[in-house]
């Protein structure tokens, strides 16, 4: 007890002065591990513990959730910086805990890293377990998705050795996500809206063979990256029938409607942002919020986590893209999403991870640039210590060469952003500060829908 | 016509490796060759023809493991062409191929193409990070990384020496040594990534002038593939300085 006391003393005390510097989330979390190791098996948790995982979009879908659960009288206790390995979950946990290790709050939200997870629930079991895809990000440290995949299930086979029931909330449009039920009561959420079989335009596609015996898939209807109604022709492996589901959707306008009946409207108007709305909403249900409440909480949602943010500049708007460079399917989204709305476009690689150096850019190969091949885009600029690297990139697109621009420094943004078109700007995280120190100073930020 | 061929794209595709034939098409091009790729779907035979280059790519274990059941099927061919002039390129987790055995984690072993008689021995945690590795009579330093779950061992003509990260090849006793590879006059098999030709347009020149017997190939001016080069190599050179202090 004196223990536990110490370490959720120490990790509030650092916590404290870790903000006050603009730092650590982390740093506190592995202090307390360090000075009471099984300080996650001691904490109290509320009855409400939803963990969120996969490649895309935890983020986001985290935010949904406790904005659903907010909107529904619940207090909810979350990692909002995103922190979400083992370290960073402890710092959230702790810092809304009182000194006996209460934790405050009808629900625990937590975003948890696909490659740490299993390290999480040795000490916590979620009541719910949602996994929303699995895909090709940050190949350095992740691998491949069948990787990551492995590592998830190991996550949840560790948390069944612990005592208490575990509902995994799973895409079932995902195949590699769909591998993962076994004993534990599954929640499956996807898209029965009609779309065709048609792949989406990509660099590669990994859904052409299945998970299970490396056989053919073919797909009755295919919305994006891997995701769509697939059956396997060589084994009984195929879509589970959804517990809910879009019905309708359409990209142009925003509008999706999800089980038939639940009317929403997103400006984010991507396939990526329709399936977080759906995951969130799905989960929220499953954690004991009501349709109705659920539905207008994020219909129309504004995101807060500052990925998407938009700058008027005389007539003209200058919207920011942050995309992690690693992971192409979120990345395509963007280019599609720019290349619909049309303007310029402008892309910084400077650095290529946040968290660790790495000079690998074979991502760039993986991400469709020809997205950016239409007339709706005026010019590109490419920015950034990796500007060669893009150069040579779009040489092997059919972009017309005299659209393209590299600027040699990045002194030399705020100047290719002041012509008259709006402009599209993508960037990772890592480079994201950058990018904003270059803006014309003149820019108005506005909180508003894109 | 010179002919590219690249084996299962639609299965051996991981870290965009299939753009290297793209790289290395171009060079050509601009020298004069007149060159196709030829993409072989997973489950189609490849009937090769002489001289060119035969690619296969990386993937995942479970996608090798499919792809070389699949393989043993055409080996013969494949051997046969390289005998004939054919060179092959085999990158990423694809480079255990080369050998005669895969030794898979649980114990189980299932076959390469038999190219030499190393061993690749799969391991149960990953190796990744940023190496660089030099080439025995070559200037020109290896920018890549790694990422893989396989070392090779039992190999007698190491194609690099790594001076940042990790090599690729145990010893007889099991210990990890700085070489990394198989390189022969017929072959470069190499877990190193890229892609490979995009990132390292020295290599990709040097291969173009092997397949071509063209060694003017290897003075052509520097484009924004080079320069991007020169700034992942200066990047990487500066954590061997790091990493040393």
């Known amino acids: 007890m004196i223990r536990m006391m110490m370490a959720i003393l120490c990790c509030k005390t650092a916590a404290f002065v870790g903000r006050l510097i603009g730092k650590g989330s982390s740093m506190p979390g592995k202090l307390a591990l360090r000075i009471c190791p099984d300080l996650l098996v001691r904490l109290k948790l509320p009855e409400t513990v939803i963990a969120v995982s996969g490649s895309n979009g935890k983020t986001s879908t985290v935010e949904m959730i406790v904005q659903i659960l907010q909107a529904s ?50 000490h ?65 959420f996807g898209s029965d809206a009609p779309r065709g079989p048609a792949a989406p335009a990509a660099m590669y596609d990994d859904g052409l063979f299945c998970p299970v015996c490396g056989g053919h898939m073919t797909y009755r209807n295919r919305t994006y990256a891997t995701f769509g109604t697939f ?40 396939w990526y942002n329709f399936y977080n709305m759906l995951a969130a909403y799905t989960v929220a249900l499953a954690a004991g919020a009501d349709s109705a409440s659920a539905a207008m909480a994020i219909d129309d949602y504004v995101f807060r986590n500052g990925r998407v943010r938009s700058w008027i500049l005389g007539e003209k708007r200058l919207v920011l893209l942050t995309a992690k460079h690693e992971n192409t ?46 007339p709706n885009i005026r010019r590109i600029f490419l920015a950034g210590q990796y500007g060669y690297d893009l150069e040579n990139r779009f040489s092997y697109t059919g972009v017309p060469g005299d659209k393209i621009y590299r600027l040699d420094s990045l002194s030399q943004i705020a100047e290719a952003l002041g012509s008259e078109n709006d402009v599209y700007m993508i960037t990772c995280f890592a480079d994201r500060a950058k990018l904003l120190a270059n803006l014309p100073k003149n820019a108005e930020e506005r909180s508003e829908n894109l | 016509m010179i002919k590219l061929y690249s084996i299962y794209p639609d299965l051996l595709n991981l870290y965009g490796e299939s753009a290297s034939l793209t790289a290395l098409q171009r060079t050509l091009l601009q020298c004069g060759y007149e060159t196709e790729i030829v993409p072989v779907p997973f489950g189609e035979t490849p009937t090769f023809t002489e001289g060119g280059l035969i690619h296969i790519g990386a993937g995942t274990e479970n996608r090798l493991t499919y792809g070389a059941a699949a393989m043993e099927a055409w080996s013969d ?25 895969v030794r898979h984690t649980d114990g189980r072993e299932t076959k390469g193409l038999g190219l030499c008689d190393a061993v690749a021995v799969r391991t149960k945690t990953r190796q990744t990070g940023d190496v660089l590795y030099r080439m025995s009579g070559e200037e020109s330093l290896l920018a890549s990384f790694l990422n893989k779950s396989c070392y090779l061992q039992g190999v007698d003509t190491p194609a690099f020496t790594a001076i940042l990260g990790e090599g690729g090849i145990l010893d007889s006793a099991g210990k990890l040594t700085d070489w990394e590879g198989i390189a022969t006059e017929k072959m470069l098999a190499t877990f190193a990534l890229g892609p490979l030709f995009m990132r390292n347009p020295w290599l990709k020149r040097c291969i173009a002038a092997k397949l071509t017997g063209d060694r003017r190939i290897l003075s052509l001016p520097p484009d924004a593939a080079d320069f991007g080069y020169s700034v992942t190599v200066d990047a990487l050179k500066a954590r061997i300085s790091a990493n040393s202090r």
């Open chain 1, 231 to 270: 059956e396997c022709e060589a084994c009984d492996f195929s879509r589970p029938t959804l517990d809910h589901a879009i019905t309708f959707a359409d990209p142009e306008t925003g509008e999706i409607t999800v089980d038939g009946a639940v009317n929403l409207h997103t400006e984010l108007k991507t």
């Open chain 2, 77 to 101: 061919g494949l051997k046969a062409a390289m005998e004939q002039g054919s060179y092959l390129l085999l990158t990423g987790s694809a480079a255990e191929l080369a050998c005669q055995t």
């Open chain 1, 329 to 374: 399917t979120g990345y395509d989204q963007a280019l599609e999403l720019a290349a619909r709305r049309g303007g310029d476009v402008l892309i910084l690689v400077d650095a290529i991870s946040r968290k660790y150096f790495t000079g690998e850019t074979s991502w760039l190969w993986d991400i469709n640039f020809d997205l950016l091949n239409t």
């Open chain 1, 124 to 188: 916590l079991k979620p009541t719910h377990f949602a996994v929303l895809n699995l895909l090709r990000d940050q190949m350095t440290r992740n691998g491949h998705p069948e990787y990551i995949l492995s590592k998830l299930q190991e996550a949840v086979d560790t948390a069944n050795r612990l005592p208490g029931e575990m509902t995994l909330i799973l895409n079932g449009d995902d195949p590699l996500c769909a591998t993962l039920a076994g004993n534990n009561p599954v929640i499956w």
């Open chain 1, 73 to 122: 009288g619940k207090q909810v206790c979350w990692n909002r910086e995103g922190s979400n390995q083992t370290e960073g979950v402890t710092t959230t946990l702790v810092r809304n805990a009182d000194l006996r290790g209460r934790v405050r709050g009808d629900a625990v939200v937590l975003e948890s890293d696909e490659q740490y997870a299993r390290y999480t629930f040795r």
